[in-house]
């Protein structure tokens, strides 16, 4: 288990004079897990530091003789409590394969989910959520549609996630700190 901050904000940066010759700068990879480190290491450096960064913030498992990273979304006090949007996945040395995955607290599990986000409305398909306690999740390939749907909500000054049942639905907002942790992989996509 990888055990990063939980966001850049929560680095400790220690003041102290350099010696002649020691480096002023860390790259930013000596920050992540060295599984990670190796795992990335043949990608471009622009896909390397975006994929570093966002497994730094995600809740990462990272397995070396398989060369297979596996993530979850962060482990947020507030993810604990209540419904929320999140990415989970694998990411090998050549490829990377994303899934939003969908969590709803305290209610029926959802038939689909709907994101609204100015003029944008995007519906998923049926989903099959799985129930644990008063707990569904459902998880749904992140495709180029689902993508350009996400990126209006991340985009939007108010988007809601809206979870639809027979028995009706609910709305929750998507708020700064889920959209920071989506951002972290929504541009992935190719």
């Not at 990670?36 to 471009?44: I, W």
């Not at 999140?86 to 607290?105: C, D, H, K, Q, Y």
């Not at 944008?120 to 099959?128: F, H, N």
Request: net charge negative; aromatic share 6%.
């Amino acid at each position: 288990m990888l055990n990063a901050p939980l966001s850049r904000d929560e680095v400790i940066v220690f003041e102290r004079r350099f010696a002649r010759g020691e480096p002023l700068a860390e790259a930013r990879s000596d920050f992540w897990d060295p599984c990670v480190r190796e795992l990335l290491a043949s990608r471009p450096r622009g896909q390397r530091d975006e994929l570093g960064d966002a497994l730094s913030l995600a809740t990462t498992t990272c397995d070396r003789s398989a060369q297979r990273a596996t993530f979850s979304p962060p482990q947020r006090r507030a993810y604990a409590a209540e419904s929320y949007l999140g990415f989970a996945g694998e990411i090998t040395p050549t490829s990377v394969r994303l899934e939003l995955v969908i969590v709803r607290r305290g209610g029926p599990p959802p038939d689909r989910i709907t994101l609204l986000a100015g003029a944008t409305r995007w519906t998923s398909g049926k989903l099959d959520a799985s129930v644990e306690g008063d707990t569904a999740t459902a998880r749904i390939p992140y495709t180029r549609s689902v993508a350009r749907a996400l990126h209006a909500a991340l985009e939007a000054r108010d988007a809601i996630l809206r979870f639809e049942s027979e028995t009706g639905g609910d709305d929750i907002v998507i708020g700064e700190d889920m959209k920071s942790d989506l951002r972290a992989f929504a541009d992935l996509v190719n």
